[in-house]
């Protein structure tokens, strides 16, 4: 990995979260109702109205406007909502701790069943294990959270009664309680992904399975297991890093669905609220941040995956 | 045919024929109006008379689903047919300008990108109201980026290609070799791509309704459904289980008979 080829990589995230800072403010400055009329309600008069506007700039050309708002962001303001006048900043990064553990959690299991889902499948090559995986992987990707949800709220939670269905426990507030609130969301953001990913890896893994150096090491007499685990494995597990990176933009669309069903009060149900209450500020910073948190993620997934993948050498 | 002869290939095209019957007669098979209330016969199980059950209006289920076919799944190919034309447009025109353009073009592509889609849709729904047209553009939109990288990728093999060198030798306009010589051979890929991802418009717009961002009742949309039933899960599971199971069926089904596609129009295989 160059330094040359780093700072592309960093000059290539400033200008994707340079078009996307675009892209939410120009989406939302067609919303129907603007930041006075929201704040003064439906009973204000055009006076009052003008007045507000002009207090609050919304009269300056849009690229002024856009210039003012990217400003703030870069100085750590992103303004106050318009719905509780609270600090957007601070609620936005709260929410955004709540829905990161929930990815972090919802990766985790992912990598868990996924893995030794797509490894059963790719050794089993034909037989009715890998029938049975690919089964389970069209099922997985063709149900939209909120059935899956749905299906694993009835079941897990009405019928055996081993979760709780809806809510959000602080774990630190009860470390035990709070776990077992986010079991049910996590195990819903987990279908589609270990879907996708136990597919990837079992095609990988197919392909790893059949290169010269694993008939090397199975010819070197290595137990297969050894051969399975130490040389093909690690290697088929390195383009699923990027694989994971990339189904992150599925995970944040997931966490949006999620949420607002299990009633997590992560950046995604904000999200949703601020839409619906026509919260301006709060809409841009959510969505501002959650693309973000995809850019950031496919850097660092870039970055490892140049670190540990020793053939490839960035220039 | 090809396609038939591998199990997805044909398990898949057997349910998108399905589909593609329950949208255009669905209306005329449904044994009931889709929003005819019947308030004696609320929350019924299957039976003789309703065969899907009732709804918490006593609407028939398997009616409302037939009606609701075209709602879901003929939007869900309008969104995806869009964004197909308008991300083709740009992948083939960036590939054929090349250089620093196409980069530019690429790297942008990536930036918008990195918006998730769901969360593109909702912005955009946000911004123009919610409504099952405005969704439709919100997903045509939300794929556009996705699809312009993939034809892109196509395009610049094509580009190396003889006959395109060939027609800017005789001295072709661009828009002739772009639209003549290269979009009709990065045709299958396109398909195929669009019969995957029209599984997945099928459950963006679900998922919008289902937010209450899409589709607005009465309509018999699969999403809204689900997204109404939920209210009455304890009175009657089968107002929830058949609008979800007719989602998912759709989405395995258009998922299925794209891979059956890929392998039957791949000539490697």
Redesign the interface.
């Given at each position: 990995m160059s330094l040359a080829w780093l700072l592309r990589r960093v000059a290539?995230t400033l200008?994707?979260?340079?078009?996307?800072s675009l892209?939410?403010f120009g989406?939302?400055q067609?919303?129907?109702a603007d930041a006075a009329t929201v704040l003064l309600g439906e009973a204000a008069t055009p006076d009052q109205l003008a007045a507000l506007r002009v207090r609050l700039g919304l009269n300056d050309p849009v690229w002024v406007q856009y210039g003012r708002w990217l400003g703030g962001v870069l100085a750590g303001d992103l303004g106050t909502s318009l719905r509780t006048g609270q600090r957007v900043v601070d609620v936005v990064f709260e929410a955004l701790g709540r829905s990161l553990l929930l990815a972090a959690l919802s990766i985790s299991l992912m990598l868990l069943i996924a893995v030794p889902m797509g490894t059963l499948a790719a050794t089993r090559r034909g037989r009715p294990a890998d029938v049975a995986v690919s089964i389970l992987s069209?099922?997985g990707?063709?149900?939209?959270?909120?059935?899956s949800a749905?299906?694993l709220l009835?079941v897990l939670a009405?019928w055996l009664k081993l979760l709780p269905a809806t809510g959000y426990v602080p774990l630190t507030e009860d470390f035990g309680a709070g776990l077992a609130h986010l079991a049910l969301p996590t195990l819903t953001v987990s279908v589609i992904l270990v879907a996708h990913v136990s597919r990837m890896v079992r095609s990988e893994l197919v392909d790893v399975l059949h290169s010269d150096y694993v008939r090397a090491a199975r010819l070197k007499g290595l137990p297969e297991r050894r051969v399975l685990l130490r040389h093909a494995l690690r290697n088929a597990l390195l383009p699923t890093i990027t694989i994971v990176a990339l189904d992150v933009?599925?995970l944040?669309?997931g966490i949006?669905?999620v949420e607002?069903i299990f009633a997590i009060p992560g950046i995604g149900r904000l999200?949703?609220v601020s839409?619906?209450a026509?919260d301006l500020p709060m809409?841009q910073a959510g969505?501002l941040v959650?693309?973000a948190t995809?850019?950031v993620a496919?850097f660092l997934a870039d970055i490892a995956y140049a670190l540990l993948d020793k053939r490839i050498q960035y220039v | 045919m090809r396609l038939l002869r591998t199990p997805q290939g044909l398990i898949g095209a057997i349910i998108v024929a399905l589909v593609v019957v329950m949208v255009i007669f669905g209306p005329w098979i449904a044994p009931y109006s889709p929003e005819g209330l019947a308030p004696l016969n609320r929350y019924k199980p299957p039976n003789a008379l309703y065969w899907l059950g009732t709804d918490q209006y006593g609407r028939d289920i398997l009616s409302r689903l037939l009606h609701g076919a075209r709602a879901t799944v003929v939007l869900a190919v309008i969104a995806t047919s869009a964004a197909t034309l308008m991300g083709a447009l740009i992948g083939t025109t960036s590939a054929f300008l090349g250089g620093r353009i196409d980069e530019a073009i690429m790297r942008t592509i990536d930036a918008v990108m990195s918006v998730p889609t769901l969360l593109m849709a909702l912005l955009i729904v946000s911004a123009l109201g919610k409504s099952g047209t405005n969704a439709v553009l919100a997903i045509a939109i939300a794929g556009t980026p996705g699809m312009a990288r993939i034809t892109r990728s196509v395009a610049l093999a094509v580009r190396q290609q003889d006959y395109v060198n060939a027609a800017l030798a005789r001295g072709e306009t661009a828009a002739f070799v772009v639209l003549r010589e290269m979009l009709p051979n990065v045709v299958a890929p396109i398909v195929i791509e669009w019969t995957i991802r029209i599984a997945f418009a099928v459950m963006v717009f679900a998922t919008l309704s289902f937010l209450g961002l899409g589709a607005q009742p009465p309509a018999p949309e699969w999403g809204l459904m689900v997204s109404e039933a939920r209210k009455f899960m304890h009175l009657s599971l089968w107002m929830i289980l058949w609008p979800s199971l007719a989602i998912a069926f759709v989405a395995i089904g258009f998922n299925l008979l794209g891979d059956g596609l890929r392998d039957a129009l791949n000539p490697r295989t």
């Open positions: 290539l200008y994707t979260l340079a078009i996307v892209l939410v989406i939302t067609v919303l129907p069209y099922v990707v063709s149900l939209p959270e909120f059935v749905t299906v009835l009405d933009g599925y944040l669309g949006i669905v607002e999200l949703i839409i619906q026509r809409i969505a959650m693309a995809y850019s496919n | -």
